[in-house]
């Protein structure tokens, strides 16, 4: 029994040991097991990445997979790219969702609503939007959708506030209106696609990224008001500031580039809301399109431009593109090395390249929305702070009426009253000593006036295109070589004395008096800006004005035998017998000029020994500057009445051939004014007593519409000061991907 009882105990003691040890085992599997996942899970790439904290509301969308040895973790994040709000595309499939600052869009995004503006008082009691500088965890790419949600939100607040100001209802119902949405339809918009990713997929990204790429990142900063301090390429550094956003760009290795998108100030979007139209998506690339382009051929041309000859496309980013542009407008070499060559000069009250774009570019404005800023597609900016757009329009109407309705000089063409009355109109229902800011309902005028001149005398129906570019191309002529005219001491302080330029009574044409400038001197000789320097900050605009009408304008309208410039004078002519119609000219003007024709025209460049009519009333030796003698059978009539005119008159010869055929200026050179003391004609005055002929009146009437096409689009639309546009226009349509961490 006692063997037994042994027996049984040790069975017994045996048995607590084995459980002892399978418990023991178990926990050490148990522990090697959890060891082992420590150890898998350890090595799982962004997964402490995946909270709230770092991807805000898009944190629910990320997921652990579970595979042999490994551990994957997956997550969603958004192909961010440009387009219209109604757009069906994107590069994957499905419907894109579109940013528009609504609650149910931010929901839709991932996105908290971002926080209101405090003007529109929707938080009594704050004066500016708080900036958290503390959750530096969060992604950027978040912060950058919540931006342009908070863009649309601010601006159609904003957008509605102005109406109300204005009296007028917000006039939504005639807006055009998108196919999938109730809403208004916006050509330029930001688009958004979710996509799975996975941090094993790139391991040199710890944290979750944003994918769009390098073209659409330019125009999302273009929409959100930031603009570029630095694009190297080279060294792959990027960095953009404004409107209290910072992007900061460089390339990961093994990855790609990389932008962060961070807030150090404080955001506002109102009047400064970029416009919100498809052509920014090629002026944040320096590309501006004309009006010669209809906007059925936009897509074909948002790509990088190898070569073009159809001046579609002005294209403004860098020196060597003006350059360029400026050739295919067919400007001499001179003009060209103005922006080719940076010592050269190339600014009055404001760079001139401004002039090129005000006359050419398409009105962007959109009707009935009072937004108008967009980014500056040159390689300078433009300072409204400097000069006044809103005088230069009061100088350039009083000016125009002046001529046009005060004076007995030749019979004004319909189509140059037509703009002068609107001009007129402009000026009075504009405020006076507002320059900018306007009513939608001022915005609205301006853009009417734009396509008023673009119908009624710039289109390719009632003048060629050739003839259009033709006067262009002469005005920027002189103007930066008159610009990059040195005046010598003793001329500056006897002939130029600073003054408001006054209006003499005594001229049939009530133009200014310019002192000591006899108009064939005008055309003959050089004329300088130096003089504006002098000249009070308020009278600029004025002392401007008088140097375009008085100078300017005359040696761009002439084709005189005596023009300084005759390689232009004979082009000029050539163009206008190649692409100018009798029928074009005779509607072009009646009365005195009617006669006056191509076949003066031809005569007076043709023959240099032709002997020019003298002024009525001046001296000895003064020629008129642009009617010659008339030879053609067909203009008998006209040659009668001007004889009749002048009958008491002997033509007096040029003092020299060289003076018959015009001073010609050589590249490079910076002349002198001479000085003279002839007697004081006005341009007005002038063409009283010697009338234009109708090429003449042709190209008059088109370099007003010019220039009241400029002053209107630059009215119109607006640029930050601190804006520049930074070489990178091969890169539009570029679809090499960039990422948002």
Not at 275 to 294: A, D, M, Q, W
Not at 368 to 377: I, Q, S, V
Not at 560 to 575: G, R
Request: hydrophobic share 35%; with cysteine; charged share 20%.
């Amino acid at each position: 029994m006692a063997s037994n009882d042994n027996n049984n105990s040790n069975n017994d003691n045996e048995y607590y040991v084995g459980i002892a040890a399978i418990v023991i085992s178990t926990l050490a599997l148990f522990g090697v097991v959890l060891q082992y996942l420590q150890t898998i899970v350890a090595t799982a790439n962004g997964l402490p990445n995946r909270s709230k904290d770092v991807m805000g509301l898009w944190a629910p969308y990320t997921r652990i997979r579970w595979g042999f040895f490994h551990v994957e973790v997956e997550y969603q994040s958004p192909i961010i790219f440009v387009a219209s709000n109604d757009n069906l595309k994107g590069p994957l499939e499905g419907q894109p969702w579109y940013v528009d600052g609504t609650a149910e869009s931010c929901h839709q995004t991932r996105v908290e609503e971002p926080p209101p503006d405090p003007e529109f008082g929707r938080l009594p009691g704050l004066t500016r939007e708080r900036v958290h500088t503390v959750k530096n965890e969060l992604a950027t790419w978040i912060l950058a959708i919540s931006a342009a949600q908070k863009m649309e939100r601010d601006s159609l607040d904003w957008e509605q506030h102005k109406w109300r100001r204005s009296g007028m209802p917000f006039p939504e119902a005639s807006f055009e209106r998108t196919k999938t949405r109730n809403q208004i339809r916006a050509s330029l918009a930001v688009n958004i696609m979710p996509i799975t990713r996975s941090f094993d997929k790139h391991p040199a990204m710890r944290k979750p990224f944003a994918t769009t790429a390098i073209c659409h990142i330019i125009e999302l900063c273009a929409i959100l008001g930031i603009y570029w301090k630095e694009f190297d390429r080279d060294n792959n550094k990027y960095r953009a500031e404004g409107n209290g956003y910072s992007v900061l760009g460089s390339r990961v290795s093994d990855f790609g580039i990389v932008f962060t998108f961070e807030k150090p100030g404080w955001p506002r979007y109102q009047k400064n809301r970029v416009i919100p139209t498809s052509e920014v998506k090629e002026l944040c690339f320096g590309n501006v399109p004309t009006f010669y382009r209809s906007p059925e051929e936009d897509d074909h041309w948002r790509q990088p431009i190898n070569e073009q000859t159809s001046l579609k496309t002005l294209q403004l980013g860098s020196r060597a593109e003006i350059a360029e542009t400026l050739n295919l407008i067919r400007c001499n070499e001179y003009t060209t090395r103005c922006y080719s060559d940076p010592s050269k000069k190339h600014t009055h009250l404001f760079p001139v390249i401004f002039e090129v774009l005000g006359m050419l570019a398409r009105p962007l404005h959109i009707i009935n929305r009072p937004f108008t800023y967009l980014p500056n597609p040159i390689i300078f900016p433009l300072n409204k702070q400097a000069f006044s757009l809103r005088r230069l329009l009061k100088e350039f109407s009083e000016r125009l009426d002046r001529e046009v309705n005060s004076s007995n000089t030749y019979p004004h063409p319909d189509k140059l009253r037509t703009i002068t009355a609107r001009a007129v109109k402009l000026n009075s229902d504009l405020p006076p000593h507002q320059d900018g800011d306007y009513s939608p309902q001022h915005l609205n005028e301006l853009h009417h006036a734009i396509d008023l001149v673009d119908k009624s005398v710039l289109s390719e129906d009632q003048n060629t295109k050739e003839v259009v570019l033709d006067v262009l191309r002469r005005h920027v002529q002189e103007v930066l070589l008159a610009i990059n005219t040195s005046l010598d001491s003793d001329s500056f302080d006897s002939h130029f004395p600073v003054h408001r330029p006054g209006y003499s009574a005594g001229s049939m044409g009530g133009g200014p008096q310019r002192s000591g400038t006899h108009a064939a001197e005008i055309i003959k000789g050089e004329i300088s800006f130096d003089d504006l320097l002098k000249v009070p900050h308020e009278q600029r605009e004025a002392s401007l004005m008088e140097k375009y009408f008085e100078e300017i304008c005359l040696r761009v309208v002439s084709t005189s035998s005596q023009h300084h410039d005759q390689p232009a004078v004979t082009a000029s002519v050539n163009i206008h017998r190649e692409f100018s119609t009798l029928s074009h000219d005779s509607s072009s003007a009646t009365g005195t000029a009617t006669g006056l024709g191509l076949g003066s025209l031809q005569e007076e460049t043709a023959s240099p020994a032709s002997l020019p009519v003298v002024a009525n009333g001046a001296g000895p030796g003064e020629e008129a500057n642009i009617t010659s003698s008339l030879s053609s059978p067909e203009l008998s009539q006209t040659q009668s009445n001007h004889q009749t005119q002048s009958q008491s008159t002997p033509r007096v010869p040029p003092s020299s051939a060289s003076e018959a055929a015009g001073h010609g200026v050589g590249v490079g050179s910076f002349p002198s004014r001479r000085n003279t003391a002839s007697s004081i004609i006005s341009r007005s005055e002038t063409w009283r007593r010697s009338p234009p002929t109708q090429a003449e009146v042709r190209r008059h009437t088109i370099w007003c519409a010019l220039m009241f096409r400029m002053i209107c689009w630059l009215l119109l639309h607006d640029f930050d000061k601190k804006d520049k546009q930074l070489p990178k226009s091969e890169l539009m349509g570029s679809r090499l991907s960039v990422f948002i961490v």
